[in-house]
């Protein structure tokens, strides 16, 4: 919690109050002091991961402009999307842009259409489906539809006209709102397995 403004030999509880710092425990104090130095170092290390994915992204890009310009052709799938390996194949970089997805108001006549399909189908094997189905339609912790598996309803071999009806529904409720890149490294080990150089904290 920022320390703005707060007098000296004061410190702010959770309510937003000032204490005197004698009267906070020592053991706190230290808590606070302890999160504070953290927070400040991951701060900056943050702050350095940022600004070394901007460099190798565009060093990245500005390698494929070589390329493209040399021989007239982009090194690389679409979006953006490329590998680079070193000349001895142990080193690699991958750069991955992928868009953001969400869906608009033709997402709950898809859903309708889903439902009558599912009510109209005989008892069964289609229990199976109406649980895929509201699996899929379920929100996240973060209170979203998980775009992957309402699309992956698409790759269904169902040819009942108002289920393909519905799924042109889901093709037209998609909307793309955004674009992101990511950036990763390879190197081989001693024992020719390829990982991961890890630049997250869950994965060092």
């Not at 706190?28 to 701060?43: G, W, Y």
């Not at 999307?81 to 842009?97: C, E, H, I, K, P």
């Not at 033709?106 to 439902?115: R, S, V, Y």
């Not at 397995?193 to 060092?204: E, K």
């Amino acid at each position: 919690m920022p320390q703005d403004h707060i007098p000296e030999g004061y410190m702010k509880n959770p309510e937003g109050a000032l204490m005197p710092v004698d009267k906070v425990k020592p053991e706190h104090r230290l808590e606070d002091d302890t999160v504070r130095r953290l927070i400040s170092q991951a701060k900056a290390v943050s702050a350095e991961l940022s600004k070394f994915k901007d460099i190798a992204t565009g060093d990245a890009q500005t390698f494929r402009a070589m390329v493209a310009e040399k021989y007239g052709a982009k090194k690389g799938g679409a979006k953006g999307n490329m590998t680079m390996r070193s000349y001895d194949g142990a080193l690699m970089v991958q750069v991955q842009v992928s868009d953001t997805i969400d869906f608009g108001v033709e997402l709950q006549a898809a859903k309708e259409l889903i439902d009558e399909c599912i009510a109209d189908w005989s008892e069964g094997s289609n229990d199976n489906i109406k649980v895929l189905v509201n699996d899929a339609f379920r929100v996240n912790k973060e209170r979203n539809i998980d775009t992957g598996r309402v699309l992956g309803l698409r790759r269904l071999d169902i040819k009942d006209p108002k289920w393909l009806k519905a799924m042109d529904a889901i093709s037209d409720a998609v909307r793309v709102t955004g674009t992101r890149s990511y950036i990763r490294f390879y190197e081989t080990n001693a024992k020719g397995v390829r990982q991961a150089i890890p630049l997250d904290l869950a994965s060092a």
